[in-house]
């Protein structure tokens, strides 16, 4: 009995050591070694590079799927559709409430379109010029009246002056107009006489509508309260004597139109002003709705107009460009000198020119207005000018 667990007991022993030498054996044979650290360090950075690319083809899949990109695509065409169709509705609306077809400007908007532009951040862009109007020579007293005329014929409800801005191209007529619109709170519009011959000339009775759809539209608003100045540029296109163009009978009745809504005291809120340089050409009917009074000739400025005028737009050009200009100090000393080179020309030659003399600053070094560069574009205008008078006088002779 004894010696059979003896024996058990051996075997016990025997097996143990054996399995305890195999578990030292196997655990010698697991312990990582630094190439198996390696090789498994590598495996897992391998693993994690698969599965992330993985997932992005999985992503890019999803992406590319066909359903993906129709509804992308649709989406994309229902923005673009929406916003094509917000930008038609503006426009009819803008048609609808808006402007009479034969102005080609006119500052009022319909309240709604109003909210609409502020909601879109869109502000007014009107530029009120009443600081940069240099008054022309012999008007200096006629223009404070004419704002005076106006604010009484408002605080009184009697009708606005009719008035007719004669004289040179370039002298400011139209200028004054706006002037005039923005600062007695009148809303302005402006046409032209070529613009209504233009119409006239369809011969389907257009002009002659246009005609009433302007002063219907004008009738409301100044039911409204809100008066309006309409200005007719280049007037004598179509205010011209009746008897001196027979031919164009459709332009005749237009103004048969314009005439009939013009009878006195009919149109208050009301006011137009007709700019021409050839007044003797309009119609006597035209002329004595424009009576004497309310006559202005627009002369081509004199030395002290051009002075003010030429420093003004000098002055404007500093900052008109992205890039900031100076002016170099002679030249607030030779502003006489200037002038008295530009005697003759009108205020838009005058503006043109400081406006060319800013280009050919920006394009210089140190971005300085200096007396060679304004010399230089002097000159240029004014060889132009004798170029011009050169060439009319050239063609007068058969050239
Ligand atoms: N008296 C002035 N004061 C200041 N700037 C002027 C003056 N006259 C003309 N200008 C400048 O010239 C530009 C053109 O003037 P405007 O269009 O008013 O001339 P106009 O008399 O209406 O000419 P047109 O007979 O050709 O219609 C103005 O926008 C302004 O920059
Ligand atoms: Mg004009």
Redesign the pocket.
Known sequence: MATSIQNQTTALIQQTTTLTQSLTKLGQDLKPTPETIQATEAAQGDRLQRTAIEQHKYKWDKLTDGKTVAKFTAGVVTAIAALYCAKLSYEYALKQMGRPQIFDHWSYKHPALKAFDRMCGRTDTFEN?FN?????PGLEDRVPEIFLTIKSAQENGTPLPNMA?L????????????ILAHQCGLEFAHTTGPRIAALAERKDGSAILEIQKMFKAAKQLAKKGKGILIFI??ANAFLRDRKSDRSNKELSAALEEFLANMTDGANKGIMFII???LFDELDPAVKSRFSKVNRLV?KR?EEK?IA??FS??LEKEKTSGKTQLTIAPEVKALIMDYAQQFKGE???????CAVDIGGRARQTENKVITDAIILKSIRKTLQSSTDEQEFIAGYGKGY
Do not use: W
């Open positions: 010029r940069e109007f240099v008054c022309p801005f004289g040179d191209p370039g002298t400011g007529k139209t200028m004054l107009g706006e540029d280049e700019a021409t340089n627009f400025p107009q003010q005028m003004q737009y009108a205020g838009r030659e005058i503006k043109a």
